[in-house]
Nanobody, 124 residues
Framework: QVQLVESGGGLVQAGGSLRLSCAAS????????MGWFRQAPGKEREFVAA????????AYADSVKGRFTISRDNPKNTVYLEMNSLKPEDTDVYYC?????????????????WGQGTQVTVSS
């Protein structure tokens, strides 16, 4: 089993920045790909970004390209999401996720492990 714990959410003004962290524990070696998703009340969970372990390949949703950066520190078993130029529409609960495959999938169903989420609120 793998446990994921997010931190770093909060309230920020439009144009500001936040950095989310996701600390993994347990059998972390099996989470070869890590991702970030977000979800608003009443909406489906949507892909934000993903990163593979071995080759550091990354993938981003079009809505965040050029503004968000995903990275990982394997010795620390931590994944980060640097969010810049934040917009009110980025307001959501952000979830960290892990999967055992190497592909940087955007499909929520392919991720086996999930954190509890952290709230990000961007004010206009």
């Amino acid at each position: 089993q793998v446990q994921l714990v997010e931190s770093g959410g909060g309230l920020v003004q439009a144009g500001g920045s936040l950095r989310l962290s996701c600390a993994a524990s347990g059998r972390t070696s099996i989470t070869t790909t890590m991702g970030w998703f977000r979800q608003a009340p009443g909406k489906e969970r949507e892909f934000v970004a993903a990163i593979s372990r071995s080759f550091s390949g990354t993938a981003y949703a079009d809505s965040v390209k050029g503004r968000f950066t995903i990275s990982r520190d394997n010795p620390k078993n931590t994944v980060y999401l640097e969010m810049n130029s934040l917009k009110p529409e980025d307001t959501d609960v952000y979830y960290c996720a892990g999967r055992s495959g190497y592909r940087t999938s955007s499909n929520v169903l392919e991720y086996e492990y999930w954190g509890q989420g952290t709230q990000v609120t961007v004010s206009s």
